[in-house]
């Protein structure tokens, strides 16, 4: 099973690794055809924007399927610590919507005007806030985890 699925995995893998090279020289090799403004477009610009947003959700949904697999199993062979893997993710949805709430829906000034959608000024705020939350954490962490092990 685990040769299998390597060979999946590896296989899935060059295979994304082509289809990002085809449209990475379609996006730079192809020229200009349409104006943006005062600025030149690519002619592949669509298409290169598609492929990040399909290869964005094929991994959140290979993710998504592998964690409940993974839960799954777990909770055939120790429920109990199959329960305590979910603490996390309840932590990280708590996260999220503490952030959420603390996102401002005061409006942003563009080169087109007003952005005045609260929804997407909270959303913009909730992921700014997460990432600093969380990036403050893993220095933490990575400061603790020196400082244990140099004590031991």
Known sequence: MSKLSYKISYYVLYALFA???????????SGFDRMVG??????????????????????????????????????????????????????????LIVTYSMGSVEAIPTGEGLFTDPFWLRITDMFVYSIYFLLGITILCMIGSSVKKAIS
């Open 38 to 95: 005062e600025y030149n477009a690519p002619a592949h610009t669509d298409t290169l924007i598609y492929l990040i947003y399909g290869i964005l959700g094929f991994c959140i949904v290979a993710t998504l399927v592998a964690a409940v697999i993974q839960f799954g199993t777990a909770l055939m062979d120790n429920p109990m610590n199959a329960l305590r893997s979910l603490i996390g993710i309840i932590l990280l949805a708590v996260l």
């Open 19 to 29: 289809i990002i090279l085809i449209v990475l020289g379609m996006f730079y090799f």
